[in-house]
């Protein structure tokens, strides 16, 4: 079972483990900063930003630091350029999710939402 592996995500039920799934990516550092983050520091960042509807998908999270996460907001960002500590793999599942959703969010006439 590997690391961006969505079984993993919901076989992990604790808001602790998903945690350690996601921060697993980097191994523990901010996907952004590229500094080693712990506890209360540790936060998840929504590649589509939940106020765009991202969900909870593996492929849509990444590891930031409070700062970083806090800095981002909710804009969107070009993962190769944001997420610089991530791994080419995370970075194009990013994509790929990103993809999957837009094919999802259209409105009555076609239009894309995102």
């Not at 592996?5 to 996907?31: E, F, H, I, S």
């Not at 952004?32 to 849509?60: A, E, K, M």
Request: contains cysteine.
């Amino acid at each position: 079972m590997g690391i961006c592996d969505n079984n993993a995500m919901k076989n992990n039920k604790t808001k602790t483990d998903r945690l350690k799934l996601v921060w697993a990516k980097t191994k523990g550092v901010c996907a952004h900063c590229g500094n080693p983050s712990s506890g209360r520091g540790r936060t998840v960042d929504h590649y589509v930003p939940r106020s765009f509807d991202g969900g909870y998908d593996l492929r849509n999270l990444m590891p930031l630091c409070r700062k970083c996460n806090a800095a981002r907001a909710n804009e969107p960002v070009d993962p190769f350029e944001f997420y610089k500590y991530a791994p080419e793999e995370y970075l194009l599942q990013c994509i790929e999710y990103e993809n999957e959703h837009k094919s999802k969010r259209r409105n009555f006439n076609g239009d894309v939402f995102l």
